[in-house]
């Protein structure tokens, strides 16, 4: 249990509390913050800081693990499986508070354990697929129109501009051709799986 994978996990229990800010009503939460017509409540503020957090996080522990030779069977087992969980969890959050449609997520998750299971099968060839350019701008778009999403299109919001749902469907559409890419570049993986 090396700091890479404590770092993963401390992503993983991350989750389950940011959850439960964005969906428990407490009851004692103060007025949302309220400027010239935008309202955003404190719980999907703090559900936003925490979720910047965990998503931050993604890209230190496998740093730290490259740099110093820290890379183990869990951590490749843990790291991919903490990234789909946490977009899982928020998108699921999102779809009950009704800020985001429900085929985007399906759409995005469906991909995102998709790929995580093309991966695991090259693990068991003992080969390691990295992500791919478009797989880097997914994520990080993904992570964007997430955030825009819990704090209500803020600042955009006073431009008129619906920058949250523009960014979650292009978060869609690049999650789509990432992931077909991913097979595309990958298929002698499912050729090898099948013998």
Known sequence: MNLPNRIT???????????????VDFGFYPDPIAWHGFELPYNQLIAALIFILAASTDGIDGYLARKNNMVTNLGKLLDPLADKLLVAAILISLVEM?????????VIISREFAVTGLRQIALLDGAVVAAGQSGKIKTVIQIVAIVALLINNFPFVFLGIPFDIIAIWAAAAITIYSGIEYFVKNRHLLDGAGA
């Open 98 to 106: 009704g800020k985001c449609d429900s085929w985007i997520a399906v």
């Open 9 to 23: 996990l401390a992503r993983i229990c991350l989750i389950p509390i940011m959850m439960v800010f964005l969906l």
